[in-house]
């Protein structure tokens, strides 16, 4: 799924639980779930290595980080109840894609750093179902978490 998706989910589960005992966990979790849907994407057609250097994927990176910018942005603006747990759930939500930050430096070259394949490298990988047509699938659901998000705003 991508950034947004990720973290707006994470912003309802914040938003709507109010425990952060409960709402933690559940935004993380709620990562690895997301990222067993179908959603858009390109594996089995790109490697990584011709996925992360093309500029697009970069400007598309740029703009998700912007989005979910966006989404703590909103919540610190309109601070509904809930509000800062619903930012921190946001971005751990989205937290566990920063683990592929250097294997993005590394195939850029601005590292020479080889990224190590552990368990939960390979993990993350291994749930993904990514497709092409998966991006009407992100599309249904960042229209309903939107929606949710925009509702539980007040």
Sequence with gaps: ???????????????SIGNPWLALPAAFVSHFVLDAVPHFGFKGKLSDEELLWRPAFKVLLAVEALLCFGVVLTLWLIRPEYWLLGAVCAFVAASPDLYSLPRFIEVNGWSSKKTQWNAFRRFHLRIQTERTWGAWIELVWLIAVLSLFVRLLG
């Design 1 to 15: 799924m991508t950034a947004t998706n990720h973290a707006l989910t994470g912003a309802l589960i914040g938003l």
